[in-house]
């Protein structure tokens, strides 16, 4: 493939962005990936967590079939990346405990366990003792908890340098630039990179997470709806036998709380929420309540290696669920929105683009989540 004309512009880099890149080019097309590399994408902060059950919330139940289809597939997913990156992903099968604080925290979680068996989810209570066997680590005199035991773990920066090279390895061509995409009429005719250089495709895919919204498109289309919603999360190293073997969370005094341990003593401790725009500078407040709320938890993180603060974007859309499919404007695919789902929707949404791309049909399982349904919201009023 000669630079300057693909079968396919993936625009934005992550790792949805270098998925739906890797399976297009799996497909036979012919596949450019663009992205200035500048490493401002969530997955550089995000913890990872494959978590359907305990990421559960009451109001977003559409998008739960979407969570379990991508976490089914994603032992088998993570292996083929590896497999064929040569990279590992640092997936991990470790099962979710989340801690009760008290008596109200304990309440909430079997309202959760309730909903969540309703729905046909595996998930168990604990008592203390339970939990403490369990995770011995944790702090004395929690009440309970709750055992997902099928809510497990990936390490996004390993999954994006394996998923990179997988689509290297395919043919995937990378282009490091931002980019907009260009029309002619009402298709797309590929896109235009920063210093100008015309790139000819006859489908544009938007995988630009929380700039997705920014990309300078023609006024005749309606840009996805995709605001950036702040996270910071923490990087600790603990000796491996003093760290969690579970996925911990809970909810301290009101703030939510996860800490994501690594095989190599690595814990990622996340996560803060703000509404603060494209602003991705640490704010001490979080860090503190972040390192006061874990330790609270599982007091020897007092003790550990402070490694790392990190700032990501959120991608959030106006009802919490991705925005994949047909954007409007023939040839153009928006793949975002993905909000606090991003990494374990990945394998899913990129399978669903590729078919998109590759057949032209709409696969069942997004139909739910095709942009134009904040179109017809909005004229339908
Ligand atoms: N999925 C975890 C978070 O968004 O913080």
Redesign the pocket.
């Known amino acids: 493939m000669a630079t300057g004309s693909c079968d396919v512009a993936v625009v934005g880099g992550g790792v949805i962005g270098s998925a739906i890149a890797w399976r297009c080019a799996q497909r036979g097309l012919a596949v450019c990936l663009v992205d200035p590399d500048d490493g401002r994408g969530a997955w550089r902060t995000?913890?990872g967590?494959l978590?359907p059950v305990t990421?559960l919330h009451y109001t977003e139940t559409p998008l739960l079939s979407l969570n379990l289809a991508s976490l089914a597939r994603y032992r088998d997913f993570a292996a083929e990346a590896q497999d064929l990156g040569g990279l590992p992903t640092g997936y991990r099968e470790c099962g979710t405990v989340t801690v009760a604080w008290d008596g109200a925290d304990l309440a909430a979680l079997q309202d959760l366990q309730a909903f969540a068996t309703g729905l046909g989810l595996r998930s168990r209570m604990l008592t203390g003792r339970e939990l403490r066997a369990l995770e011995p680590g944790l702090a004395a005199g929690l009440p309970g908890g709750l055992l997902a035991e099928d809510d497990h773990q990936v390490d996004p920066r390993l999954l994006h340098a394996a998923l990179r090279a997988a689509a290297a390895n395919a043919g995937v061509e990378r282009i490091r630039s931002t980019a907009r995409p260009a029309l002619s009429g009402d298709r797309v005719r590929g896109l235009v990179t920063a210093d100008g250089t015309a790139v000819s495709a006859p489908v544009v895919v938007i995988a630009a997470g929380a700039w997705s919204a920014h990309l300078d498109l023609p006024e005749t289309v309606a840009s996805p709806r995709v605001r950036p919603v702040k996270?910071q999360t923490l990087r600790l190293r603990l000796p491996v036998a003093s760290a969690p073997e579970h996925v911990v969370r809970g909810t301290v005094k009101g703030s939510p709380i996860?800490l994501v341990p690594r095989a190599d003593g690595e814990i990622v401790v996340?996560?803060s929420?703000e509404e603060a725009g494209f602003d991705q500078r640490p704010r001490a407040g979080a860090v503190y309540e972040l390192l006061r709320d874990a330790q609270s938890v599982f007091p020897e993180l007092g003790e550990a290696v402070f490694a790392e603060v990190s700032t990501g974007l959120?991608p959030g859309s106006p009802d919490n669920a991705p925005l994949i499919g047909p954007a409007g404007v023939e040839g153009l695919v928006y793949a975002c929105g993905h909000?606090?789902?991003g990494v374990l929707l990945t394998p899913v949404t990129a399978d669903a683009v590729a078919e998109l791309v590759a057949t032209g049909t709409v696969p069942e399982l997004i139909a739910p989540f095709l942009p134009a349904r904040f179109d017809e919201a909005v004229a339908t009023g």
Request: aromatic share 14%.
């Open positions: 995000a913890a967590m978590a990421e996270g996860y996340g996560a929420s959120r909000y606090r789902n």
